[in-house]
């Protein structure tokens, strides 16, 4: 018998039931005498011992389907350490309730802290293997996380729409796409929509810069900018802030500016006749269905992460690396942010075509 725990964990994405899918589907094409226990909500299942037992059915009918089957939650690894309310010591909980059940192995759907707690996990010799979950793209190891091209799709599609109104008014259109620590999805979807200023947290911008653009194009008779900002995007001037002082200039600006877009706006219509509207698709980003990019690297993914199991090579993650389906230790993925690199060529090939980044 085969006995597999399996849970999502952190924000969710579209491809989560994708990807699960096909771990499931490619254990069973090879062997019957498999169980599989689904943990609810994240590593909250796993602490709490919170699970439902689950046959292949239950993983048919999902491959276009967004969320996850399983339910998830964000449990911050640096209190995984911490004792809960009651003062279980929730890492024992979850070695616990592993061996409780007798379990082969551990199946984790996550992305960077997900990770840390995985490879934790591991190192305190549980069997686990690892899939690359996040609509940022920001996870170390792989070059592709499954959500990622989702949530580019919505995102343009938010900035397409922007553009049909833009054309009819002189105005700044600021976009504000998710990522608060790297800028994947924005650097993409503002490609793909044809926006004029991209913003990125790699990429500290001059809001003086941003505003002889705005003027620029208005002298060119163009009517509108389009601005795609993420939700992490700093100014030159923040970026030397101390991690303390930072902290405390956004405690101070909490009530003022609800997020980054509406601080760039703020200090925009000080600087331009131009008005300025805002756009915050927010979690729409993670909703809907899977684009067909995501249903094939899941599926692809999840495959790869069948086999792994069934040849008991664990303390992986499944990747994706130049288009080749590899495995990555966990103990190499733990804590390390896959950011964008300000010199690299899709952002000189995007400067090229004219796009702004606001740094010069
Ligand atoms: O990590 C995925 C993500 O969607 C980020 O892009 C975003 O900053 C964050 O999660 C939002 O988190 P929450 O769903 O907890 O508000």
């Known amino acids: 018998m085969l006995r597999i725990g399996m849970l999502t964990s952190g924000g969710d994405c579209q491809a989560l039931n994708a990807t699960m899918r096909g771990v499931v589907k490619g254990i069973f094409n090879e062997r019957n005498d498999v169980e599989i226990y689904g943990f609810q ?6 602490i709490y011992s919170d699970f439902k037992m689950m046959t292949s059915r239950d993983f048919s009918g999902i491959l276009t389907v967004g969320g996850t089957i399983l339910g998830t939650s964000r449990q911050p690894f640096k209190k995984m350490r911490d004792p809960d309310e009651n003062g279980l010591d929730k890492v024992e909980a979850m070695k616990h309730t592993y061996h409780k059940l007798s379990l082969d192995c551990l199946v984790v759907l996550g992305g960077n802290g997900t990770h840390k707690t995985a490879n934790m996990l591991s190192e305190e010799g549980l069997n686990v293997i690892t899939l690359p979950k996040t609509i940022d793209n920001d996870l170390w190891g792989t070059d592709m996380t499954f959500g990622f091209q989702s949530a580019v799709d919505i995102a343009t599609d938010t900035i397409d729409k922007i553009h049909t109104t833009a054309t009819s008014h002189s105005r700044v259109f600021i976009v504000e796409i ?6 994947w999805v924005t650097l993409h979807a503002g490609i793909a929509g044809g926006a ?7 990429i500290p911008y001059d809001v003086d810069v941003l505003t002889d653009m705005i003027n620029k194009r208005a002298k060119e008779g163009k009517r509108f900018t389009i601005i795609a900002v993420a939700e992490g995007a700093i100014s030159k001037k923040d970026a030397k802030l101390s991690k303390k002082e930072m902290k405390k200039k956004l405690e101070k600006e909490r009530n003022i500016y609800p997020s980054v877009a509406y601080e760039v706006a703020a200090r925009l219509q000080k600087k331009t006749s131009q008005e300025v509207r805002i756009t915050v698709p927010g979690h729409t980003q993670r909703g809907g269905t899977p684009c067909p990019y995501d249903r094939v690297l899941s599926t692809r993914l999840g495959a790869f992460a069948a086999q792994m199991i069934l040849n008991g090579e664990y303390g992986y993650m499944a990747a994706i690396r130049d288009g080749e389906t590899v495995k990555v230790p966990l103990s190499e993925v733990a804590g390390k942010l896959k950011y964008v690199d300000p010199h690299s060529r899709i952002v000189q090939e995007a400067r090229q075509v004219g796009i702004s980044f606001g740094d010069k």
């Open 41 to 46: 909500a994240g590593y909250k299942g796993l």
């Open 178 to 183: 998710m990522g608060h620590r790297v800028g």
């Open 196 to 202: 004029d200023i991209i913003l990125i947290p790699e």
